[in-house]
């Protein structure tokens, strides 16, 4: 996501790094190559032209203090200025209404239903008894595709077989989620391969008749300026309250994030960065900015541990670490624990300094869960309880098991024993200061 751009600002911005102070030349030259690389990244060019706009008079209207670099200044004010145009800070979703009532807009094949099913995960893990509703009675399987998803969370499904009378599915839905005290209510609504006056005046007329809480436009980033333009035909129409960005996780040149908030007047919510119903997170501008920047996003990375985190586990975990008895089990459940967090390219993404980085390191890391997993499972349940029994005619052994060799069970034995050093430290002081940034957080 955003690699593009990413390593021509940052190649942009290094450029100052020769400089000892900030001129309007050397601030014009930069600004140039940073508009260049926001217009090959698909944004809209008035909006490409009002950042580096805002960025330049910004740049030179500052004192530079002799501790800061200008290339650490340009980097600042950059990372301000993207946060601002998409938005500042972060859109809650409004969930007033017995029940709250979302209605879900958007073109055939954005990732409107996958979306619709994430949603109303989210909502149940904040604790929120949901409804999902099938209203997207053209696309073949639509419905099916919602209760399969809906199933693996154990969320209820209201459909109706046959009908393609969206109003009266909805209004049957909505008065089953009050007989049942459903909270929430989320209705998947038809979509189409291009905006059509067909398509516009029966999700105006569902709208109309059930006085949604939100109305969102789930769009495909992939798409870029086209995003942008279809958001803008269904705002003129739907008065949208905010736009989900899907397919984050693709090759997306990053210009319908940076663009669709200054053009549509709605805030971007909710961030799709994958096919599980797991992959959502809320969108936070300020640290969308960070990761463009290849600065990281260390607070996401700390919440998506917080999903996957068990108490239970991590106490239970602590106690075999204090009696040095940090086993392979332990290992391939950590191995599996950060693969729940979600897309690995991603994860390293939010690591700072590695954004230019990931898709290798996550290649790299996916090749090396898989391989470490195929030779854990190959040893035998006495093996995995007590590594210190790996003996050479062991590992050969293993290797052949696994059909790999010994050279590889040996780095996976090495891996291992590096990271029950590195629990060990954990426990010394690195877990306190993990518990700090996390607590930090939840008290603002």
Do not use: W
């Amino acid at each position: 996501m955003f690699e593009n751009l990413t390593n021509s600002i940052t190649r942009a911005i290094q450029n100052l790094r020769g400089h000892g102070k900030i001129t309007e030349i050397n601030v014009a030259s930069t600004v140039k190559e940073i508009r260049q690389a926001l217009i090959q990244a698909d944004v809209n060019y008035k909006i490409a032209k009002q950042i580096t706009d805002e960025i330049k008079a910004q740049v030179l209207g500052k004192n530079v203090l002799t501790s800061v670099s200008p290339g650490q200044l340009f980097t600042k004010v950059v990372s301000d200025e993207l946060a601002k145009i998409m938005g500042s800070e972060k859109a809650s979703i409004n969930l007033a209404g017995h029940p709250a009532i979302i209605l879900m807009a958007g073109l055939q094949g954005s990732g409107k239903t996958t979306f619709s099913a994430k949603l109303a995960n989210y909502l149940k893990n904040q604790h929120k008894n949901v409804l999902l509703v099938a209203c997207d009675v053209y696309r073949p399987a639509a419905t099916e595709q919602l209760q399969i998803l809906a199933q693996q969370m154990g969320i209820e499904v209201f459909a109706k077989a046959g009908s393609t009378n969206v109003l009266q599915i909805a209004q049957e839905a909505i008065e089953h989620a009050k007989q049942t005290n459903k909270q929430v209510v989320i209705i998947d609504t038809a979509g189409r391969q291009t905006v059509d006056i067909a398509m516009m005046q029966e999700i105006k007329s569902l709208q109309n008749f059930i006085q949604p809480s939100e109305t969102l436009f789930v769009v495909d980033a992939m798409t870029g300026q086209d995003a942008v333009t279809t958001a803008q035909a269904f705002h003129e129409q739907l008065n949208l309250d905010g736009i989900v960005l899907t397919k984050l996780d693709g090759d997306t040149r990053g210009g319908a994030a940076l663009s669709i908030r200054a053009v549509v007047d709605r805030p971007i919510k909710f961030i799709g960065t994958g096919e599980k119903v797991t992959d959502l997170d809320i969108f936070y501008p300020d640290r969308m900015a960070q990761r463009i920047l290849g600065m990281g996003d260390v607070i996401s990375l700390v919440e998506r541990a917080e999903q996957v985190y068990d108490e239970q586990q991590a106490r239970k975990l602590s106690q075999k670490l204090r009696k040095n008895q940090f086993d392979f089990n332990d290992f391939l459940e950590q191995i599996q624990q950060i693969k729940k967090m979600g897309n690995l390219q991603e994860l390293v993404a939010m690591v700072p300094g590695m954004g230019s980085s990931a898709d290798n390191m996550a290649r790299a890391g996916e090749t090396n869960f898989k391989a470490f997993e195929t030779i854990i499972y190959s040893m035998t349940p006495q093996e995995r309880a007590h590594p210190h029994l790996v003996n050479v005619s062991r590992r050969m052994r293993i290797a052949a098991g696994s059909g790999t060799s010994t050279q590889e069970v040996n780095r996976v034995i090495k891996h291992f024993e590096g990271m029950s050093q590195l629990m060990k430290q954990a426990q010394k002081g690195g877990m306190q200061q993990m518990m700090k940034l996390i607590q930090g957080r939840n008290s603002r």
